[in-house]
């Protein structure tokens, strides 16, 4: 879709990993071996789940003749999502292509690394806990340097994007440098900070959002000093507490929205995704930035991601968030 002044432009760089689930009835202690109950494969990686996340979260499913999911949008103000990242010579770099263009994301910002696998995220979920255990290898993710972010040209041609989401996937110096490149080019950052991984103090006054989960929370600090330290909006997701945020002028926290829990695995990036989407619809309507609306509408994404396995997959359409915020917490 071309952009215009009626559309809004997300670029987010990070991982794209397969991801592979083992259902348990509990997780093995050590030196401990025992058969899953249950095997399943799926796309993902934080970069690529924020992506579809971030799409779907604005536009209204597809029809189901094939129609372009392009064609349906649920705002009056168009977001259009590129996505930047890496992925090997293998399987898994033709179905990230084609997944995430079937749902309207520019891809032409993946790169393909010739000696590299695509990276992998394992996943063990406790069945009758839900809780999950995940240890990842980011392969092609991590051919990222610090060079590669240099000019804003390496967030994909066209329009300058009106936000950046990243994460901590990449390597600490990569990520530092990208945002002083997006920063010095007076682009909007969301840096969802996970998985845990310090950076310069002195980078968080380059933020605009900030959004860390309750784990991330305990390595780093208290929201506040976070905003002491310059970030403008801090939201703290809380999984099944829902989510706490804060800025200068406002502070709140959002319940959870009460749904049966399958398998958490992409929960964080559906909520990073609506939440950047109802950021930059009321930035282009020059509207006072409303965090709480905002925090809420991502609440919703990130319950409806629990509820099936499979973090792209599950990642939900703009009607799917509309009807269970109108069914209420």
């Known amino acids: 879709m071309t952009e215009s002044t009626s559309s809004a432009c997300i670029a987010v760089v990070g991982s794209l990993l397969s991801e592979q689930f083992m259902f348990t009835e509990k997780v093995p202690d050590l030196g401990e071996s025992f058969a899953a109950n249950k095997y399943e494969t799926a796309l993902g990686g934080k970069g ?3 992506a579809m996340a971030a799409y779907r979260s ?3 499913k597809p029809a189901e003749n094939g129609e372009e ?3 349906k949008t649920a705002s009056d103000i168009d977001v259009n999502v590129r996505m930047i990242g890496a992925v090997g010579v293998d399987d898994y770099a033709t179905r990230f292509r084609d997944t995430l263009t ?3 994301i520019d891809v032409s910002g993946i790169k393909t690394v010739e000696d590299a696998l695509t990276g992998t995220c394992f996943c063990i979920v406790e069945e009758h806990s839900r809780e999950n255990r995940l240890l990842y290898h980011p392969g092609a993710t991590g051919i990222f340097t610090e060079e590669d972010f240099r000019s804003v040209t390496s967030l994909g041609e066209g329009p300058k994007p009106d936000l ?3 994460q901590l996937e ?5 990520v530092e440098q990208l945002l002083d490149m997006a920063h010095e080019a007076d682009i909007d950052i969301l840096l969802n900070a996970a998985p845990a991984n310090d950076l310069l103090s002195e980078k968080y006054k380059l933020l605009a959002h900030l959004l860390v989960n309750e784990s991330e929370a305990a390595i780093f600090m208290i929201t506040q000093e976070f905003l002491d330290f310059g970030a403008q909006n801090v939201v703290l997701t809380l999984g ?3 989510a706490y945020f804060a800025n200068k002028t406002h502070k709140g926290h959002v319940p959870a929205f009460n749904v049966e829990v399958v398998e958490p695995t992409g929960a964080g990036d559906a909520f990073t995704g609506a939440y950047a989407t109802d950021y930059v619809r009321q930035k282009k309507l ?7 609306r905002a925090v809420r509408r991502a609440c919703a994404a990130g319950a409806l991601v629990v509820g099936a396995t499979g973090s792209q997959t599950a990642m939900p359409w703009a009607e799917d968030i509309a009807k269970l915020m109108s069914q209420g917490a």
Request: charged share 25%; hydrophobic share 30%; proline share 0%.
């Open 48 to 50: 690529a789940n924020a």
């Open 58 to 60: 604005c536009h209204n």
């Open 69 to 71: 999911a392009t064609q």
């Open 102 to 104: 079937k749902n309207g």
């Open 164 to 166: 950046l989401i990243s």
């Open 170 to 174: 990449l390597k600490k110096e990569a």
């Open 240 to 242: 099944e507490q829902g």
């Open 286 to 292: 020059n509207q006072s930035f409303d965090i709480e």
